[in-house]
């Protein structure tokens, strides 16, 4: 890839090749009973197994034609891979650092659960202590790991859909829009908008299968993209200022598992809103400084050529 400042990719074809790969991501779902004619699957697993497919081929199309249209110099595998922010280099902080940043929108969510073990140990009449309940949690951590790997929604929610989601919305889209001449601004946020086309076949999941009313399933939906345009955002900054694809993927994945952060909570008495709320400032405070760019690269010259035109001092 070109190192000079040059744009060579217009807009036009940039916005054009990451709208197509956002629709065939979605388009390509229906594939296997719409244009193969396939039977139905006969178990939900089956169902999920399809797609895990049918997303994984939409992935490698995406990363193919990626890299066939960006203006890349030297084919040499590391430079492909970096081009898309997969990196060795820096790796722990392209994962550490992120996870920490995310942990605090979670705060209020973290504190609740300390809170409902502490319950545990209470309602067990004083004959545990506190570090004997987090010693056996920790020890049932391996057998829980199991049981959860054994179920396709681990697989969905935890390894395929944000390994192939960050693929195709970050490191495809992102180094073709700053490639373009777009300014980081629009990137960050463009791509969380056709990140959010991406679920739109939620709606018909839940008017069709699910059977809810057109109200209903239309707020539900509502919701889950105004949450996807958001993350989509937050994980398209983390992408850009680290360089590392890791970065948003394991922030993705942390969200994925923790669901919806929980501001407000009965057995709280406060606490939860005041740790979420603390959580909130940690976060806006420590964004900045926690992604600084040259805590994940030793160099400039080092990084994609897309990583350096968009580093921020």
Not at 26 to 45: D, E
Not at 123 to 144: D, L, M, Y
Not at 174 to 180: F, G, S, V
Request: a positive charge; aromatic letters at 14%.
């Amino acid at each position: 890839m070109s190192s000079d400042g040059d744009n060579n990719i217009s807009m036009a074809v940039a916005v054009a090749s990451c709208v197509a790969m956002a629709l065939f991501y979605v388009l390509i779902l229906y594939a296997p009973t719409v244009i193969l004619r396939l039977p139905s699957p006969s178990s939900f697993s089956d169902f999920m197994i399809r797609r895990f497919v049918c997303a994984a081929i939409s992935t490698v199309v995406s990363l193919v034609f990626t890299a066939y249209i960006l203006p890349i110099k030297s084919w040499e595998a590391s430079v492909i891979l970096g081009v898309f922010g997969i990196r060795t280099d820096h790796l722990w902080q392209g994962v550490v650092y992120p996870l920490l940043l995310t942990s605090l929108i979670y705060a209020g969510s973290l504190v609740l659960n300390l809170l409902l073990l502490l319950e545990s140990c209470k309602e067990s009449g004083g004959g545990c202590s506190f570090f004997t309940k987090v010693r056996s949690f920790v020890q049932a951590i391996p057998a829980c790991i199991t049981t959860c790997a054994s179920g396709v929604s681990f697989w969905r929610n935890l390894v395929v859909a944000p390994l192939t989601e960050e693929l195709v919305f970050r490191a495809c889209m992102i180094p073709l829009l700053l490639c373009a001449g777009f300014r980081i601004y629009y990137a960050i946020f463009l791509c969380p908008i056709l990140f959010s086309l991406a679920h739109l076949n939620h709606f018909r999941e839940m008017y069709i299968r699910q059977n809810r009313s057109y109200i209903k399933a239309s707020l539900i939906v509502g919701l889950q993209l105004g949450y996807t345009v958001v993350f989509g955002a937050y994980a398209s900054f983390l992408f850009i200022r680290t360089g590392h694809l890791a970065a948003p993927l394991f922030a993705h994945i942390f969200c994925n598992y923790m669901g919806l952060p929980v501001l407000l909570h009965p057995r709280g008495k406060g606490l939860v809103s005041a740790a979420a709320l603390a959580g909130v400032v940690g976060f806006v405070t420590l964004l900045f400084p926690l992604t600084k760019p040259l805590m994940y690269n030793d160099r400039t010259n080092n990084c994609p050529c897309w990583l350096g035109y968009c580093l921020w001092h």
